[in-house]
């Protein structure tokens, strides 16, 4: 059974450029979460998304940044005119949701954001 | 609100050494209580859990146990070795029957020298 993947491992934009960042869950899991990780630091919550739905996104920054997760393919966190700022680690995770008596999180490898 | 404090790093030890690294916590209600590990380059991995007041979560020789009456969960193990060495975030969930964020310590850099 494949775990969290997540696509690209690096990215690296320009100022002002757009940065998309999939993530496919594991088989079978309906919830989907976005952490970034800014150097030397931990991970902060970004968004929690359910298929079609956003849940909870009081983590994430008010413009520029978005989530999605559509009915079939991938979650997207879609990053509008990037700035050095925004340099981080982008990590995804999933769980099963609905169902089980408790929604442990697995997480991918990441996705390196760099910005020039 | 939920919040997670880790005792800072880095933490340096030799091979054979016991280790203890702290973590306390403020949340209301009774949330379930982590310890990730991430390894140089990689993702993080589940390490231990506990989801309840005096479950003690182990691992790979780790041991954290929850305590409900100083809101801890100390991170141990009795002898590191070097492949021990990575960062070592402790985090708590606010709902153990729910799926919901996880809240993270700002992590400990453990180095292990043979």
């Known amino acids: 059974n494949a775990g969290v993947m997540q696509n690209p491992r690096h990215l690296v934009r320009r100022r002002g450029q757009e940065a998309r960042l999939r993530c496919s869950p594991m088989?079978?899991?309906?919830?989907v979460y976005w952490y970034r990780q800014l150097p030397e630091e931990g991970l902060k919550f970004m968004v929690y998304?359910?298929?079609?739905?956003?849940?909870?996104e009081s983590g994430m920054p008010k413009e520029r940044f978005s989530a999605e997760f559509p009915k079939e393919g991938p979650s997207i966190l879609r990053i509008q005119q990037v700035v050095r700022g925004d340099s981080a680690a982008y990590f995804c995770?999933?769980?099963?949701?609905?169902?089980?008596?408790?929604?442990?999180?697995?997480f991918g490898p990441g996705t390196r954001l760099t910005v020039l | 609100g939920n919040s997670v404090t880790q005792m800072e790093g880095p933490v340096t030890l030799s091979e054979e050494a016991f280790l203890t690294i702290n973590c306390t916590y403020t949340?209301?209600?009774?949330?379930?209580l982590f310890w990730y590990v991430q390894y140089p380059g990689e993702g993080l991995q589940l390490l231990l859990k506990?989801?309840?007041?005096?479950d003690k979560g182990s691992n790979k020789g780790f041991e954290a146990t929850y305590r409900k009456e100083t809101t801890s969960f100390h991170l141990e193990k009795g002898s590191v070795q070097v492949s021990d060495s990575a960062v070592y975030f402790c985090?708590?969930?606010?709902?153990?029957?729910?799926?919901?964020?996880?809240?993270f310590g700002s992590g400990t850099r453990l180095s292990i020298r043979p």
């Open positions: 995770a999933s769980s099963q949701g609905s169902g089980s008596s408790y929604n442990e999180q697995f």
């Open positions: 998304l359910q298929k079609e739905n956003i849940i909870d």
């Open positions: 088989k079978g899991h309906s919830h």
């Open positions: 949340a209301t209600g009774y949330p379930s």
């Open positions: 985090a708590l969930s606010p709902s153990y029957s729910s799926a919901s964020k996880i809240i």
């Open positions: 506990a989801t309840k007041a005096d």
